[in-house]
C-alpha cells in the first residue's frame, strides 16, 4: 500500500492550494483518510480527516471554515485550503487508516487509527 501526495508549493497569504493524496495496492476494503501537517520546530498535528465513505468529516479548529476535505471512492483524499496564512505553513502528510471511522477511539488524528502514511508535500505561504 502506498500513499502519494502532491500539491503543496508557495502561496501567498489570502491563496488557496488543493493538496491530493491517492491510495495505491490496496486491493479491495475501505479506508478513513486524514491530513496532518508539521511545522519547523513543533510537533505534527491532525488537520482534517474523513471517514471511509465520506459521511462524516472533521477539522482541527485552527481550520474550520477555510479548508475542506473530500475523497472518492477510488480512495484519493483532497484537502482544498483557503484563506491560506502564514502560520499554515508546513509539510502536510495524508494517512489512510484500516476501519471506516476517523482515528481511535473518539481521537480522530490519534495515530493508532492511522495505518499507512505518505511522504509529505511543503506548503509555505509567505508573501
Known amino acids: 500500500v502506498q500513499l502519494q501526495a502532491s500539491g503543496g508549493g508557495l502561496v501567498q497569504p489570502g491563496g488557496s492550494l488543493r493538496l491530493s493524496c491517492q491510495l495505491s495496492?490496496?486491493?479491495?476494503?475501505?479506508?478513513?483518510m486524514g491530513w496532518f501537517r508539521q511545522a519547523p520546530g513543533k510537533e505534527r498535528e491532525g488537520v482534517s480527516c474523513?471517514?471511509?465513505?465520506?459521511?462524516?468529516t472533521y477539522y482541527v479548529d485552527s481550520v474550520k471554515g477555510r479548508f475542506a476535505i473530500s475523497k472518492d471512492i477510488k480512495n484519493t483524499v483532497w484537502l482544498q485550503m483557503n484563506s491560506l496564512k502564514p502560520e499554515d505553513t508546513a509539510v502536510y502528510y495524508c494517512a489512510a487508516g484500516r476501519r471506516h471511522d476517523c482515528g481511535y477511539n473518539g481521537d480522530y488524528f490519534d495515530d493508532r487509527g492511522y495505518d499507512y502514511w505518505g511522504q509529505g508535500t511543503q506548503v509555505t505561504v509567505s508573501s
Open positions: 495496492g490496496f486491493g479491495s476494503g475501505y479506508y478513513s
Open positions: 474523513i471517514s471511509a465513505t465520506g459521511g462524516a
